[in-house]
T-cell receptor, first 116, second 115 residues
Framework: AQTVTQSQPEMSVQEAETVTLSCTYD???????LFWYKQPPSRQMILVIR??????QNATENRFSVNFQKAAKSFSLKISDSQLGDAAMYFC?????????????FGSGTQLTVLP | GAGVSQSPRYKVAKRGQDVALRCDPI?????LFWYQQALGQGPEFLTY????????KSGLPSDRFFAERPEGSVSTLKIQRTQQEDSAVYLC?????????????FGPGTRLTVL
């Protein structure tokens, strides 16, 4: 079974600064997807960024980028030029690419506070 | 277009009552998932539907939990004889196809409180 670990329950960042959220995972599979989801206080989970394990290039989406280290099973999220609207709970998630499993396996989350 | 909707948004039940939680996925989405999110935790998988077929129910915590999607669109998660440990937010997600690269789109959740 796969596990996802987020060791930072809370993080804070000054507006306009950069912050990195950590995530590690454990799997015996070689092909999978990794995700970062954002959950604002309204509770609707929103996809932030996705990484395919077979791609060596790190994914980027505007101010959001990842540092994917497959050998180390590490998948961190960097938020540049932080904005007040970035404040939310962030979840790292894993999804198998093979077999019949289609569900996401989530970490326990990191609560991000953005300070004005 | 409309996203995933869930109703009710909040539900308070007395211990022992039965509850039914509804999920309206995005129109045309084949895959539908239910997750349970305890306070301060990440969501945990409950069950998965492909159209009307329930292909995976390995995450349902007990036989008091039952889910259905009879016409391949709206889904209902039913919890019988609710217990305090059932208190959580129940999230529904849908995706267009069955392939793993598809994004899952989440609803706002139903917060269930069992007294």
């Amino acid at each position: 079974a796969q596990t996802v670990t987020q060791s930072q329950p809370e993080m804070s960042v000054q507006e306009a600064e950069t912050v990195t959220l950590s995530c590690t995972y454990d799997t015996s599979e070689s092909d999978y997807y990794l995700f970062w989801y954002k959950q604002p206080p309204s509770r609707q989970m929103i996809l932030v960024i996705r990484q395919e394990a077979y791609k060596q290039q790190n994914a980027t989406e505007n101010r959001f980028s990842v540092n994917f280290q497959k050998a180390a099973k590490s998948f961190s999220l960097k938020i540049s030029d932080s904005q007040l609207g970035d404040a939310a709970m962030y979840f790292c998630a894993y999804r198998s690419r093979s077999g019949s499993a289609r569900q996401l396996t989530f970490g326990s989350g990191t609560q991000l506070t953005v300070l004005p | 277009g409309a996203g995933v909707s869930q109703s009710p948004r909040y539900k308070v039940a007395k211990r022992g009552q039965d509850v039914a939680l509804r999920c309206d996925p995005i129109s045309g989405h084949v895959s539908l998932f239910w997750y349970q999110q305890a306070l301060g935790q990440g969501p945990e998988f409950l069950t998965y539907f492909q159209n009307e077929a329930q292909l995976d129910k390995s995450g349902l915590p007990s036989d008091r939990f039952f889910a259905e999607r009879p016409e391949g669109s709206v889904s209902t998660l039913k919890i019988q004889r609710t217990q305090q440990e059932d208190s959580a937010v129940y999230l529904c997600a849908s995706s267009p196809r069955t392939v793993p690269e598809d994004t899952q789109y989440f609803g706002p959740g139903t917060r269930l409180t069992v007294l």
